[in-house]
């Protein structure tokens, strides 16, 4: 799976893309937007480190609120469970959305606190040859070392833009995923993945 620090990459950008009406912009004004909204995500981070540090679930209640709405996670969870996706029932579709999106966030979660001021580089959006379809591209500048190519593939649906898909040095996170669940399955079944999530949320609340 993709190294978790870089997860807070993926946080503070989908909370400028999204939180701030992406929908109605055009596509070169989202990098734009995604860059002002960042910036003020992470001063707020900043000036709030301590008491975030003392109680972690204030994290977990600000990704609930401003990021979870944004994500697809319903396509998310499809798009890693792969082929599989068609042999789940309904009630283990649901379980595996649920206790998915909530390792994600508790990834983010642990991620958000490990930021130390990497400069974010913004570049221009690419548009998709299908419709509705946008790759935000951004470069984050780490200290002594290579730029880290990340890309947020979005679609807007007709009710605002959403997530579908982050890709980090060419590695995509649901491509990232569907192979370690595909090992999963292949190894317990669906219900075997939707235990190890589950007790890995578990342990995360521990």
């Known amino acids: 799976m993709l190294r978790q620090r870089h997860f ?15 929908a109605s ?6 990098t734009a937007l995604v860059e002002r909204t960042t910036m003020r995500m992470l001063d707020t981070l900043e000036q709030r480190r301590a008491e975030i540090e003392r ?5 977990y209640g600000l990704l609930e609120d401003q990021v979870a709405p944004h994500f697809d996670f319903v396509r998310i969870t499809q798009g890693a469970v792969g082929r599989y996706w068609r042999e789940a029932s309904q009630a283990q579709r649901q379980r595996l959305v649920d206790s998915f999106k ?32 946008v790759t935000v ?7 002594g070392g290579s730029p880290i190519p990340v890309d947020y593939r979005m679609y807007d649906g007709g009710s605002g833009w959403k997530v579908y898909d982050v890709v980090i040095s060419n590695a995509s996170l649901v491509g990232n995923y569907r192979s370690d669940f595909a090992t999963e399955i292949q190894r317990s079944g669906i219900d075997g993945l939707i235990a190890r999530l589950e007790d890995m949320n578990l342990k995360g609340r521990e």
């Open 8 to 22: 807070l990459l993926l946080v503070t950008l989908v909370l400028a893309s999204l939180g701030s009406g992406l």
């Open 102 to 133: 909530q390792v994600l966030i508790r990834t983010y979660a642990r991620s958000l606190l490990s930021y130390s001021g990497e400069e974010i580089r913004y570049l221009p959006v690419r548009p998709s040859s299908r419709p509705n379809r």
């Open 25 to 30: 912009a055009a596509q070169e004004s989202a």
């Open 137 to 143: 591209a951004t470069e984050v500048q780490q200290s």
């Open 55 to 59: 109680d972690p679930s204030l994290i």
